[in-house]
Nanobody
Framework: QVQLVESGGGLVQAGGSLRLSCAAS????????MGWYRQAPGKQRELVAT????????????NYADSVKGRFTISRDGAMKAVYLQMNSLKPEDTAVYYC??????????????WGQGTQVTVSS
């Protein structure tokens, strides 16, 4: 079974940077898209950024939440087995548990979601 493992979270001062990594392990899978979600205490889980498989040379297409545009950058490896989130100019409002997400279309054409366990990001003022 596919497993997603996040790393790179931690405590950082406002204005600082962190780089999150997510690696897929287990059976070989070809994900159609990968991304990052986050959930702060008392709030719903929200989409942060996504990247599609796209062309190998292009790195896929990206999409960002308005709140992180210009500050966060999502990227993936060529094999679509890892996704990264470079977070710059961090704000206290970015404090949350960040979850890796991957989507794969199965043999009958249905989309299947996979989730990591999450990594804590804490931004102090």
């Amino acid at each position: 079974q596919v497993q997603l493992v996040e790393s790179g979270g931690g405590l950082v001062q406002a204005g600082g940077s962190l780089r999150l990594s997510c690696a897929a392990s287990g059976s070989i899978s070809n994900f159609n898209a990968m991304g990052w979600y986050r959930q702060a205490p008392g709030k719903q889980r929200e989409l942060v950024a996504t990247v599609t498989a796209g062309a190998i040379t292009s790195g896929g297409s990206t999409n960002y939440a308005d709140s992180v545009k210009g500050r966060f950058t999502i990227s993936r490896d060529g094999a679509m087995k890892a996704v990264y989130l470079q977070m710059n100019s961090l704000k206290p409002e970015d404090t949350a548990v960040y979850y890796c997400n991957a989507v794969r279309r199965n043999i009958v054409g249905s989309l299947v979601n996979y989730w990591g366990q999450g990594t804590q990001v804490t931004v102090s003022s």
